[in-house]
């Protein structure tokens, strides 16, 4: 494959189908930018003192690691400046971030998990950035919270970076899953996958076991068909993968197949699930759809979910559709 850039890819895309114009380039490139800066301090581990625990919570109720807020601060004040925004939102801040009056402001409005997998950070293994991009309503002057609560399907692009043995950024804009990796010599992003595509049919899949007993049944009954092998109802062995990044999880499905599962349980029954719609869930499956997979809830395709607050959790089953296609009728079958 002869090898370009990320700029070259954007600006081909424009020219050929009109769907990334300059000021969502710009975004990309500015978030694609703070993702090689987080990177850059990722690799420094102990080094750079990033390692470890920061004094304070999050709106979740998290404890927060200091790369949770050193990431967060580099993807805000990158994305602060350039005039392509109207507000920022992100798993770190309480409420959304309005670019301040200073700048200029845009028509895009950007959401992210800044760190991705924080339980992974001290132990140096993958963790990543995940982003979701939308665009502001019409005639909004002042952004609220309320802007945001759009359905996954009005997101204009969503990525994700992991910092892993090396770093990649994967893309969609719309138009299929496309991945870079970082030349770290060069500092520039280079594409190394196009069109990536998941394969509908696949033996690995990802799920916190040590939760099992929380379980619904349609899960219990789905995990138990896949762990009785080649002598159960499935006629074939399933291998298990959890990394506990959910970045790592969907880079590795993505590239051989597989299924993510984060279900709702019974430990805290309120609680639809553990991961966020707006910046986990909702590029994920934007981008686990563009690369021909599924994503639901159980129940709903979660990119269709009309999102009622900015942190609301939700359950999650993406992947490799035939399975993700099989563990939702058991839900629905109930
Ligand atoms: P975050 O670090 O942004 O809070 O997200 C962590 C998420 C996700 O990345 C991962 O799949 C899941 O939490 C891991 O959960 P367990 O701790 O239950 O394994
Ligand atoms: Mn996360
Ligand atoms: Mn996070």
Redesign the pocket.
């Known amino acids: 494959m002869k090898r370009i850039s990320l700029t070259q890819y954007l600006i081909e895309e424009q020219r050929l189908n009109n769907s990334i114009p300059a000021e969502l380039r710009l975004l990309i490139e500015v978030v694609a930018r703070a993702c090689k800066t987080i990177s850059h301090a990722v690799g420094k581990g102990a080094l750079g003192d990033v390692l470890g625990t920061a004094e304070s919570e999050n709106i979740?109720g998290?404890i927060q690691?200091k790369l949770?807020i050193i990431s967060n601060e580099i993807l805000l004040q990158a994305n602060e400046w350039g005039g392509h925004l109207a507000a920022m939102a992100s798993?770190e801040m309480e409420t959304i971030h309005p670019i301040p009056n200073r700048y200029p402001k845009g028509e895009y409005m950007l959401l992210f998990?800044?760190?991705?997998?924080?339980?992974?950070i001290d132990v140096n293994v993958s963790?990543?950035t995940?982003f979701s991009v939308l665009k502001a309503p019409d005639g909004m002057a002042t952004p609220t919270e309320e802007d945001f609560l759009q359905p996954g399907t009005k997101q204009v692009a969503a990525g994700y970076a992991v910092y892993g043995p090396q770093t990649v950024l994967v893309l969609t804009t719309g138009n299929g899953v496309h991945s870079f990796t970082l030349d770290r010599e060069m500092g520039s992003w280079v594409m190394t996958q196009r069109n990536m595509q998941i394969p509908a049919e696949t033996a690995e899949y990802?799920i916190?076991a040590?939760?099992a007993r929380y379980w619904y049944p349609p899960v219990t009954r789905y995990i138990g068909e896949l762990e009785a092998g080649k002598t159960g109802p499935r006629s074939k062995n399933f291998n298990m993968r959890?990394?506990?990044?959910?970045?790592?999880?969907v880079h590795r499905i993505l590239n051989r197949g597989g299924i993510?599962m984060?279900p709702a349980d019974q430990r805290e029954p309120d609680k639809p699930g553990?991961?966020?719609l707006m910046y986990?869930a909702n590029p994920m499956s934007l981008i686990i759809e563009q690369a021909g997979g599924a994503a639901t809830d159980g129940k709903q395709r979660i990119l269709d979910i009309q999102p009622t607050t900015l942190h609301q959790r939700v359950a999650v089953f993406l992947g490799s559709r035939n399975e993700v296609e099989m563990v939702t009728r058991y839900h629905t079958e109930e």
């Open positions: 979740q998290e690691k949770d798993e998990d800044p760190l991705d997998g924080s339980s992974n963790i990543g995940i990802a916190n040590s939760n959890w990394v506990a990044s959910m970045v790592a999880d993510f984060y553990k991961l966020r986990e």
